[in-house]
């Protein structure tokens, strides 16, 4: 039992180094500022509580990025019940990705333009960004890869014509 | 800036956000955090099935035991066994809707996962609309005839019944606006995410 959990604890503290930077994108994308903190460890313990149900059907970097990605897209803001806050992470993370003052004019185009797209077409374009070939990007949203370069395609075009002219 | 540039902003945005102490500290607080969260799970299954199983024997042993004669009895004697009825059913629904149904799976694509979703609302929704029908009425209405059946009509009575009627309206409310304001608007949300995906490309 005991050498299962260090077997867990061990994946999940591969995933973490391997992959924090895209999930801290993610919760970015998906959460105010000041509720990613949230958002973030909701999707540490969904992975974490999911972790010993990988079947291995992907690798484990891509069935943790769809886990994160599910869990942002159906989280709701203040939701967390009062066990959940009293039990809540605590991290020295003074400022989460893209808080402070000195963004870049890139990013903070970037973050406007992520903004300003549906649910479903921000994890389209959260997939872009984090660089998950197109295949594996279709696979994790459930529909087909000619449905998803379309769908990137037209927005490439909205981020074309209102950033670009 | 192109768009294809985006992708190095993007990277250059969140690289190393987290430091190799931070991570370290997530990894334990987490392990913790799952801890305590599977033993308070814990702790509310065992304490719904216990007040369901205290609500059981009572009734049970106060209808089989301690009405003499069922014939002059009948009304408490039938009270305690809707009562009994109406927990078992409750115990089973609760047990279907946490272990048969079970947790909708993380690993699933976008589209069925809010797609599961939807169906686990849909679910609870019909569960919290019609608790008049399968909790409330069987509930109180078992141990309201149960009340009259064992006490006959008296001066407490009115307060007795009045207390089952106040307690079946305003589980009923909450359950109304828990619908009203969490439900729904989830469904609303989860449905127009799958529909976004049903535009033909």
Redesign the interface.
């Known amino acids: 039992m005991l050498g299962i959990l260090n077997d867990r ?1 061990n994946d ?2 591969m995933l ?2 391997r992959n ?3 999930w ?2 993610i919760a ?1 994308a998906y959460a105010a500022k000041g509720e990613r903190e949230d958002l973030f460890q909701e999707m ?3 992975i ?3 972790l010993a ?3 291995g ?2 690798s484990l970097d891509t ?1 943790a990025y ?2 994160a ?3 942002a ?2 989280w ?1 803001r203040g ?1 967390r019940n009062r ?2 806050a009293k ?7 003074d400022q ?3 808080d402070t003052g000195s ?2 004019r ?2 903070k ?2 973050n406007e ?1 992520l903004a300003s797209l ?4 921000r ?1 389209i374009m959260l997939l ?4 998950i070939p197109n295949q594996e990007a279709a ?5 087909t890869e ?2 998803l370069r ?2 990137l395609h037209r927005i ?1 075009k909205q ?2 014509a209102s ?2 002219e | ?3 294809d ?3 190095e ?10 430091s190799i102490q ?6 334990m ?3 913790r ?2 801890e ?2 599977a033993s ?1 799970i814990r702790f509310r299954d065992w304490r719904e099935t216990i007040a369901a199983l205290l609500t059981l024997g009572a009734f049970a042993f106060l209808t089989l035991f301690k009405i003499d004669d069922i014939v002059s009895s009948a009304m408490a004697w039938l009270g305690g066994v809707i009562v009994v009825i109406a927990t078992l059913h409750i115990l089973y629904r609760y047990h279907w809707a946490r272990m048969i149904e079970g947790a909708n ?10 797609q599961t ?1 939807v169906r686990r609302l849909d679910h609870q929704i019909w569960l919290e609309k019609n608790i008049v029908w399968w909790h409330l009425l069987p509930l109180l209405g078992g141990t309201a005839i149960w009340g009259i059946g064992m006490s006959g009509i008296d001066k407490s009575l009115p307060f007795y019944l009045g207390l089952l009627v106040a307690t079946g309206i305003a589980s009923h409310w909450w359950c109304q606006r828990n619908i009203r304001r ?1 439900l729904l608007p ?1 469904r609303k949300e ?1 449905l ?2 799958s529909a ?2 049903d535009v033909p ?1």
């Open positions: 604890e999940f503290r973490l180094d924090s930077d895209r801290l994108g970015k540490l313990m969904q974490w509580k999911s149900r990988h079947e059907r992907s069935w769809r886990v990605l599910n869990t897209l159906t709701k939701t066990h959940f039990n809540a992470i605590t991290f020295e993370l989460m990705p893209g963004q870049t890139e990013a185009m970037l333009f549906s649910k479903k077409d994890a872009f960004l984090d660089a696979e994790i949203m459930g529909i000619g449905a379309v769908r490439r981020f074309e950033f670009c | 800036m192109t768009f540039e985006l992708k902003s993007w990277k250059s945005q969140n690289a190393g956000a987290l931070q991570r370290e500290t997530l990894v607080q987490v392990c955090r799952a305590r969260h308070y799976d993380p690993d699933a694509s976008v589209r069925d996962y809010c979703e969490k989830l989860l127009e995410l976004e995906n490309v």
